[in-house]
DNA sequence: GTTGACGGTTCTAAAATAGAACTTTAAGAC
DNA sequence: GTCTTAAAGTTCTATTTTAGAACCGTCAAC
């Protein structure tokens, strides 16, 4: 499959991950999130060729994921901020970092701590039910087709009976 | 910079990174969750070729996120399974399936919804803090250097002036 | 004794990435 | 005036990764 046909699948992971679902992508939001704005900045804090940092930039700008904006005329100078959109990947990088403090940590301990300005206390991202508020877990959720699936419902479950002819 | 570096980075992104940080890792694991388990049902579900595929479930095997396990004898056959550190990774799918759901939908509307089998609704899911239960933004949190990060924290202010000498 | 399922491995061509040098515009030092 | 530096890229070649297809080994069923 192509890079280009991810975005097309009718499936929001398959889509996001057309945005963000490389390695240098994610990286660069982190630094984007830690208040890095400008080209020799990210270069400076990942080791990342020049080609591809520009060529990561152009596509997180693309998406609507960064906006390039003019720091200084002449000469012309950019950088790139978090549109809102952007600002929305917070959950996707927060439970990333989590999964790494659980699952990936060395006997020194976790590299960063995240301190809740409202409330004052250090904490850990949890995720929720935007319904009861329960904690969620992937044996207490039941998936359903929805209006963008790529066939009306009914037909589905035939479908997979017969084999998944075209994906 | 090498994938293999990526994992050995003072940061709980980038070795989650090293871990699904490509376009297969997460699609496998979007098959995994949803109850996907032989080799076949992947390469059938997605357009994968056979030779990624094994190597992909090879690394997840290896970071201990999938099990590799017989269910037959003569001729031996596996299948995939979730371990609990895999499941711990639901956070990250559902956050960036609900990311799509937002910004990624098209005019017929989300692929798929997901319903709280605790109480019975059609849920989004919602990050919170631990310690409060409100919703994080990346506005509201302030980041502190951990015990595990690269240097203690004294030496990093006067690093970060100097300018970043390593990395 | 041939066919088919499953779970891979091996092969070549095409695409992506790494690493380094080069470019452009303009300011500041000498 | 000439030289150096800075920022934000672009261009080049070599290496690595991925795509696409064919092949392999084991067993069961026909």
Redesign the interface.
Same mark, same amino acid.
Request: net charge positive; with cysteine.
């Given at each position: +499959?192509k890079?280009d046909s991810? #975005?097309d699948e009718?499936?929001? %992971? *398959?889509?996001?991950?057309a945005?963000? @679902?490389?390695?240098w992508s994610? %990286?660069i939001l982190?630094e984007c999130?830690?208040r890095i704005r400008r080209f020799d900045e990210f270069q400076? /804090?990942?080791?990342?060729t020049r080609h591809l940092l520009a060529d990561r930039l152009k596509k997180l700008v693309r998406f @609507?994921v960064l906006r390039r904006i003019p720091y200084q005329e002449s000469p012309k100078r950019y950088e790139y901020i978090?549109t809102q959109?952007g600002?929305?990947?917070?959950? &996707? &990088?927060? /439970? &990333?970092?989590?999964?790494?403090?659980?699952? +990936?940590?060395?006997s020194? @301990?976790?590299?960063?701590?995240?301190?809740? !300005? /409202?409330?004052g206390? +250090?904490?850990?991202?949890?995720?929720?039910? /935007?319904?009861?508020? #329960?904690p969620?877990? *992937? !044996?207490?959720?039941?998936?359903?087709?929805?209006?963008? *699936?790529?066939r009306p419902s009914p037909v589905l479950e035939q479908r997979t009976k017969r084999? %998944?002819e075209s994906?």
């Open positions: +499959m890079w991810l #975005e009718p499936c929001s %992971l *398959a889509r996001t991950v945005v963000i @679902g490389d390695r994610l %990286l982190r999130f830690l400076a /804090s990942l080791e990342i @609507g978090l959109k600002l929305d990947l917070y959950p &996707i &990088i927060m /439970s &990333i970092v989590h999964w790494g403090n659980i699952h +990936m940590v060395d020194r @301990g976790r590299p960063m701590l995240h301190q809740h !300005k /409202s409330c206390k +250090m904490f850990d991202p949890v995720m929720v039910c /935007s319904e009861c508020g #329960e969620l877990s *992937a !044996k207490a959720v039941h998936v359903h087709p929805g209006p963008g *699936a790529r084999g %998944l994906r």
